[in-house]
């Protein structure tokens, strides 16, 4: 359920002891409900004589669904593709950081399903590489990101990226808690100039976008950084995000 629902939580004491099929199928549920099983759904079920947007419109939270083909299989396939690109290529982009395959599949299904879940006790601070935090911390972002805008820029609508007020308001926010954190840091003495920004932007993208990676113990960081990392709890975990449009997109993208 931790898996599926992407919440990340885990029981496990010792979670490298496991044998590495089960780790790979943990890490596999919550890549699964990346998407959302809705969407996941909407591709099967006309198979079956099932109209898929009925289920979607149960699924999002805004009042219409609007789709970017005339058919609503199609966009889920579309957004699909989009979504096993993302993690194709940050896999790409971590074993070329050093990461075996096995890591580097783990830690792309966690980052692009926002879920968290690694192989590893420590999670990413287990590699101490600034390397593998910039190409996860990116890719955290992106994955935070309404999945249709992923389309418009693949289809060369940059437009609608600059059109897009939530777009905005998701960059500003992250990189705004991203200067105050490190500032926070900096100045406490807790980490110098460009660690300070290392360490700060993956923990302020690791929470807004509710993944749960982590690289540093912030339960030592400065009182003032830790409020800006709980408000961002917050923000985060809120309704209307990027799950809630992935089909429910802007009407202007859909034209």
Known sequence: MSGFTTTGASILDDIESMPRALLLWRSTTHWLGGMGIIVLSVAVLPLLGIQGGQLVKAEAPWPTVDKITPKITSTAKILWLVYLGLTLLQIVFLLFGGLDLFDSVTHAFGTMATGGFSPKNTSVAHFDSAYVDTVITVFMVLAGTNFLLHYAALTRRFDKLVADTEFKVYLAIFFGSTALLTLF???????????????????????????????????????????????????????????????????????
Do not use: H
């Open 185 to 255: 840091l900096v100045l406490n003495g807790v980490y110098e100039g460009g660690a300070g920004i290392r360490f700060a932007s993956f923990q302020a993208a690791s929470i807004l976008t509710t993944t749960g990676f982590v690289t540093a113990d912030y339960d030592v960081w400065p009182q003032a950084a830790q409020v800006v990392l709980f408000c961002l709890m917050f923000v985060g975990g809120s309704a209307g995000d990027r799950r809630g449009r992935l089909v429910a997109g802007s009407k202007s993208l859909a034209s």
